[in-house]
């Protein structure tokens, strides 16, 4: 009977679960799709008098912006990059903040080495090479999408580039830059860490989350999922996503699986079946970024990343818990945003399996309590385990200048996962706070040779 009712309530959080993630991207989608029809209808019914009317010379808008290294935002999971869901922006508008951003479209769903690969060519230009043993190993094209020409081909050590990352797109550009370092990338050996002159992290994902394992992750391999759990039914759609290959509808958002060319024009009706019982596909190969974010697949990520000695790093680990006479709780219903609210309280009652192998030596339940609702506040900070890199808490900015290379800066932001992306108004003042941050921390203080000339300091 027991039994039967704990059954039943997983089956109810699942439903439920569902639901909300259902009706919430929905939410962005019908937004993303309300202001394309809003921007159309504008641009037909005032663009031609007011190109009529006025001319810009942009040749003299920014005399100095081409000279600055470029600012690459980098999203996290489910995200997505300029150009997909229509004028809708992943990191609500931050791009505008500086002259020169570039915010690549990735994998939502790839693995982290996957999108590790793409980032690369989108600034350096080419076919993406995803490498032939990963490829052969994981049963996908080695070769895919073509960049005509990257968004930074100068890219290298004399034009270096900042990255900052959101959630899982902060591990990303570590992989990349270890990439770099290993010199990974045929027909560019001359690749090197310094090519990245700073690294900021905003909630990003170093050392796995408990979320992983709420959502239907196995904790005893990091990598299956279980019979009936959310990440089923994702798993599901996506592969039906990608199967139907509604061309004008993956324009619009892909999850970043074409590589595994599940379009039915090329798998047919036995080939979906293969994929939707697990025998081929990304999810059969556990080439997917959601065993990268299981604390096992983060272990085994960071095992071969750096921190490096020419490269700043800074991060900003979010929570929205607190502790009321020793137990941690959610801290405050306003706050929270209606989908990560269950997370939230679920995650600050997470217990490893007893039974189970804990996943690193020193485990406790307790250091893991503290969560935005997809991520734990210890695995935001900087890369713990399986060897805690060198860092410094801060709380104010100014107790880190002048910043020192090869330090994992960090500081504690009370907010959940999402405050500071798709919706700007959520986060409000805090918003620019944190932005107008990165963007200076990247033109004024992290560099290796003179502060660079800004734009509006030409003519001073």
Known sequence: ???????????????????????????????????????????????????????????????????????????????????????????????????????????????I?????????????????????????CGHSQFGRVYERGHYPEWDVDHPVHFVGHSAGAQVVRVLQQMLADKAFKGHENTSPDWVLSITSLSGAFNGTTRTYLDGVQPEDGKSLKPVCLLQLCRIGVI?????????????????????????KKIGFWGLVNCLMGKSGPFASADWILPDLAIQGSIRLNSHLQTFPNTYYFSYATKRTRKIMGVTVPSGLLGIHPILFIRVLQMTQWKHPPDLTPPYKGY??????????????????????????????????????????????????????????????????????IYDSIFERCRKHAFRKTPPTLPNEVNQ
């Open 240 to 264: 039906l996503y990608d199967w139907f290959d509604i061309q004008w509808l993956k324009n619009y958002y892909n999850f970043g699986f074409d590589h595994y060319n599940m379009s039915w």
């Open 364 to 433: 406790r339940d307790e250091d893991w309590w503290d969560n935005d609702g997809a991520l734990n506040t210890i695995s935001m900070t900087h890369p713990r385990f399986p060897v805690e890199h060198p860092s410094l808490h801060v709380v104010k900015d100014s107790e880190c200048q002048p910043m020192q290379p090869g330090i994992w800066y960090y500081k504690i932001v009370e907010g959940d996962h999402i405050l500071f992306v798709i919706n700007r108004e959520r986060a409000g003042v805090q918003f620019d706070l």
């Open 113 to 137: 080495y996957d999108r590790a690969r793409e980032l690369f060519y989108y600034l350096k230009g080419g076919q993406v090479d995803y490498g032939e043993e990963h490829s052969k190993a």
């Open 1 to 111: 009977m027991i039994r039967w009712w704990i059954s039943s309530l997983q089956l109810v959080e699942v439903f439920v679960s569902s639901i909300v993630h259902l009706l919430y991207g929905f939410y962005i989608f019908s937004t993303a799709v309300a202001g394309d029809l809003s921007q159309t209808i504008s641009d037909s019914l005032f663009k031609p008098n007011l190109a009529s009317g006025l001319h810009t010379d942009d040749s003299e808008k920014f005399p100095s912006v081409n000279d600055l290294p470029p600012i690459v935002l980098v999203h996290g999971i489910f995200g997505f990059g300029k150009g997909r869901l229509g004028g809708l922006s992943y990191f609500a508008g931050a791009e505008k903040k500086d002259d020169r951003v570039l915010v690549p479209d990735l994998g939502s769903l790839t693995s």
